[in-house]
């Protein structure tokens, strides 16, 4: 599995440039918007959607086949996609709170760093649950079939977050939450959707198994 994890790694050094105009922009963006958190959540998104990029230069040259020919098993396919999204998501992360931080410093009156912290946790939850519902769609039908699909995910994630902020509202529940409590949701929101990741990967194994090419 760790060749399969170079091989993606050497893969992705080809958009490194773009990326690293793309964290620029960003950053520029911030301050134009006085958001430090607008940083952190645009830089893990750009950095999970490269999970689809590494799964699109694979079916481009139909690795897969190759891949079965080689000391390894189709579950290794699997996995190694999943801890390759795990690795981008966790950079993005990394990369996206550093960032907040340091532009926190140079942009007065903004949020308090408990509340930033918690929209950035609940990036991190959505991002995980978006993409955990794509790659077994990936794996079944493609990823350009797949990338279609996405933008569904999206509008269904925020539909529900939206519908449950309004329901706070209306509830008056805004105002008994503490910022302690508002980080505890924010981490159980991950673990949730750690507990997600661990079951669209057992339905990606599944699909891989039965799939032929």
């Known amino acids: 599995m760790k060749g399969l994890l170079l091989k993606d790694i050497y893969n992705l050094r080809k958009v490194s440039r773009q990326y690293l105009l793309i964290l620029l922009f960003f950053t520029l963006y911030c301050f134009f918007l006085k958001n430090p958190t607008f940083f952190p959540m645009m830089t893990i998104l750009s950095f999970s959607m490269l999970i689809l990029t590494s799964l699109g230069y694979d079916e481009a040259v139909s690795f897969d086949k190759y891949a079965l020919t080689l000391p390894v098993c189709r579950e290794d396919l699997v996995r190694t996609k999943y801890v390759m999204f795990l690795l981008l998501l966790g950079t993005g992360s990394v990369i996206g709170m550093l960032g907040n ?113």
């Open 101 to 213: 931080l340091a532009i926190n410093f140079l942009i007065p009156d903004v949020e308090s760093l408990a509340e930033q912290l918690v929209s950035i946790l609940s990036v991190v939850a959505v991002f995980l649950i978006v993409f955990s519902t794509m790659l077994p769609l990936v794996f079944k039908m493609g990823v350009e079939k797949a990338r279609m699909l996405l933008m569904v995910c999206y509008i269904a994630i925020f539909g529900v977050i939206y519908l449950g902020i309004t329901l706070m509202k209306k509830l008056n529940l805004e105002d008994i939450l503490t910022e302690p409590m508002m980080i505890g949701l924010a981490i159980g929101g991950i673990v949730l959707a750690v507990l997600y990741v661990f079951a669209s990967y057992c339905m990606s194994v599944r699909i891989i198994r039965k799939r032929e090419w």
